[in-house]
């Protein structure tokens, strides 16, 4: 498991060659990527910052992975958060995961950003027309968030 929080910007590729590497279990990798939007609740936006309180952010994602490993056998994950100002269309966040199958790996990687999105520590400010603006939690995120009470 490999966690980062990071103003620099990242490389898709060498991230998902490197949680591939030595891993010849591995039969299916699923990612996802998340970039800042210009447009949120209405309003333009032209910047974003994000601010998190080290050590204890890093924390909430290991539980988070390891609650995800209890529920499907994946090999590896890997959860990369930029923090700092961003611009829209940056990339903002990396989940990928590393599983045998892909039905594992789709699962686990959809679980660990659904909680990213609720649980994980994270301050975002908005930089809009209006002025500057914290964004706040969204019921979509706490509706996908939801579903997984299902999962045994």
């Given at each position: 498991?490999?966690?980062?929080?990071?103003?620099?910007?990242?490389?898709?590729?060498?991230?998902l060659?490197?949680?591939r590497?030595?891993?010849?279990?591995v039969?299916?990798?699923?990612?996802?990527?998340?970039?800042?939007?210009?447009?949120n609740?209405?309003?333009t936006?032209?910047r974003m910052?994000?601010?998190?309180?080290?050590?204890?952010?890093e924390?909430?994602?290991?539980?988070?992975?390891?609650?995800?490993?209890?529920?499907?056998?994946?090999?590896?994950?890997?959860?990369?958060?930029?923090?700092?100002p961003?611009?829209?269309?940056?990339?903002?966040?990396?989940v990928?995961?590393?599983?045998?199958?892909?039905?594992?790996?789709?699962?686990?990687?959809?679980?660990?950003?659904?909680y990213?999105?609720?649980?994980?520590?994270?301050w975002?400010?908005?930089?809009?027309?209006?002025?500057?603006?914290?964004?706040?939690?969204?019921?979509?995120?706490?509706?996908?968030?939801?579903?997984?009470?299902?999962?045994?």
């Amino acid at each position: 498991m490999t966690i980062r929080i990071q103003q620099a910007d990242f490389d898709l590729s060498t991230e998902l060659a490197n949680l591939r590497a030595g891993s010849p279990q591995v039969g299916a990798i699923v990612s996802f990527v998340g970039t800042v939007r210009d447009l949120n609740d209405g309003a333009t936006v032209s910047r974003m910052e994000l601010e998190h309180y080290p050590g204890m952010t890093e924390k909430s994602i290991a539980v988070i992975i390891e609650r995800a490993r209890a529920h499907w056998p994946i090999a590896d994950a890997l959860v990369i958060h930029r923090i700092g100002p961003l611009l829209p269309t940056e990339q903002i966040v990396l989940v990928a995961v590393a599983a045998a199958h892909r039905g594992e790996a789709f699962a686990a990687c959809e679980f660990i950003m659904d909680y990213l999105k609720t649980e994980a520590p994270f301050w975002k400010k908005e930089q809009t027309p209006d002025g500057a603006r914290w964004v706040d939690a969204r019921a979509v995120d706490d509706a996908a968030l939801a579903k997984w009470a299902l999962v045994p």
